[in-house]
T-cell receptor, first 112, second 115 residues
Framework: DGGITQSPKYLFRKEGQNVTLSCEQN?????MYWYRQDPGQGLRLIYY???????QKGDIAEGYSVSREKKESFPLTVTSAQKNPTAFYLC???????????FGSGTRLTVV | DAKTTQPNSMESNEEEPVHLPCNHS???????IHWYRQLPSQGPEYVIH???SNVNNRMASLAIAEDRKSSTLILHRATLRDAAVYYC????????????????FGSGTRLLVRP
């Protein structure tokens, strides 16, 4: 079945470390997104990519970086510049001319 | 900035209809109204969407006010599996090219279904 795979499910980061969250989709969707969710709140957009080798900042991009070298993959790096990285991170995609997002099952990042 | 406002929580009995309200008074003319639901530690799941007219699908119905400043998600017969956080969302275009959109989330309504 097609879908979005996020890994790892849980991730622990030490202060000052960079960590990379994986997002892979086999839906042949062009557009991919990264959202952040804090407890009891809705999602906020970090970065998005419409096509390979192109990506744009969302509302809360500071302290994050992304790449889009392949259509299927859109990894997110949480850098040491992100001062409050503990959150639930969700990757999503949508087909061209589509209306419904498909979300992955998320990565829960905790700073220790 | 655009946002949606929903009750923090609602309760329903199993097999009864549920009406989940949402206010979006700052909606722009091209924003679509989307509803997603989320179970704990999972990604949101698409439920339904609309622009101006009421919409029905196998999961739910969406009633949109004539001025588009509010909408209501209707679950016709709530089941225990419908217990989730329901998000009323505005889908806004990010550019002129392609199909990139941003989902503007509110805080959601936690629906509790009593057996």
């Amino acid at each position: 079945d097609g879908g979005i795979t996020q890994s790892p499910k849980y991730l622990f980061r030490k202060e000052g470390q960079n960590v990379t969250l994986s997002c892979e989709q086999n839906l042949n969707h062009d557009a991919m997104y990264w959202y952040r969710q804090d407890p009891g709140q809705g999602l906020r957009l970090i970065y998005y990519s419409q096509i390979v080798n192109d990506f744009q900042k969302g509302d809360i991009a500071e302290g994050y970086s992304v790449s889009r070298e392949k259509k299927e993959s859109f990894p997110l790096t949480v850098t040491s510049a992100q001062k409050n990285p503990t959150a639930f991170y969700l990757c999503a995609s949508i087909p061209d001319r589509g209306y419904g997002y498909t979300f992955g099952s998320g990565t829960r990042l905790t700073v220790v | 900035d655009a946002k949606t406002t929903q009750p923090n929580s609602m309760e329903s009995n199993e097999e009864e209809p549920v009406h989940l309200p949402c206010n979006h008074s700052t909606i722009s003319g091209t924003d679509y109204i989307h509803w997603y639901r989320q179970l704990p530690s999972q990604g949101p799941e698409y439920v339904i969407h609309g622009l101006t007219s009421n919409v029905n699908n196998r999961m739910a119905s969406l009633a949109i006010a004539e001025d588009r400043k509010s909408s209501t998600l209707i679950l016709h017969r709530a089941t225990l599996r419908d217990a989730a956080v329901y998000y009323c969302i505005l889908r806004r275009a990010l550019g002129l090219i392609g199909s990139s959109y941003k989902l503007i989330f509110g805080s959601g309504t936690r629906l509790l279904v009593r057996p």
